[in-house]
């Protein structure tokens, strides 16, 4: 599987961005996609995540209600809705597909298949 992460770029404090996550090769049916992002000299962090069958989605609280993942299985594409963004948000953004136990969304290793990182670079 081939996942194609796009939408990244430069906003103001405040602004939004939407995030997008394609897959080549086969659907997303039967995994779990999630976000994480990364910035220079930090351990990658996880975002979001949306189980692809039921939709049942976990944020880290650092996103929590500015943040919305959601997907369309027409396209098989996971989305990231980020509103009300902040400078702290900057860093590269990766959009990953596995299929981990709920114990374990959040952990990077959880996760076999992974994107390029799109940039998102939010000014104060």
């Known amino acids: 599987v081939q996942l194609q992460a796009s939408g990244g770029g430069l906003v103001q404090a405040g602004g939004s961005l939407r995030l997008s996550c394609g897959a080549s090769?086969?659907?997303?049916?039967?995994?779990?996609v999630a976000w994480f992002r990364q910035t220079p000299g930090r351990e990658r962090e996880f975002v979001a995540v949306?189980?692809?069958?039921?939709?049942?989605?976990a944020y880290a609280d650092s996103v929590k209600g500015r943040f919305t993942i959601s997907k369309d299985h027409a396209v098989n594409m996971v989305y990231l809705q980020m509103n009300s963004l902040k400078p702290e948000d900057t860093a590269a953004y990766y959009c990953?597909?596995?299929?981990?136990?709920?114990?374990?969304?959040?952990?990077?290793?959880?996760?076999?298949?992974w994107g390029q990182g799109t940039l998102v670079t939010v000014s104060s």
């Open positions: 949306i189980r692809w069958s039921g939709g049942n989605t």
């Open positions: 990953a597909a596995g299929t981990p136990i709920v114990s374990s969304w959040r952990r990077e290793r959880s996760y076999m298949y």
């Open positions: 090769g086969r659907t997303f049916n039967g995994y779990s």
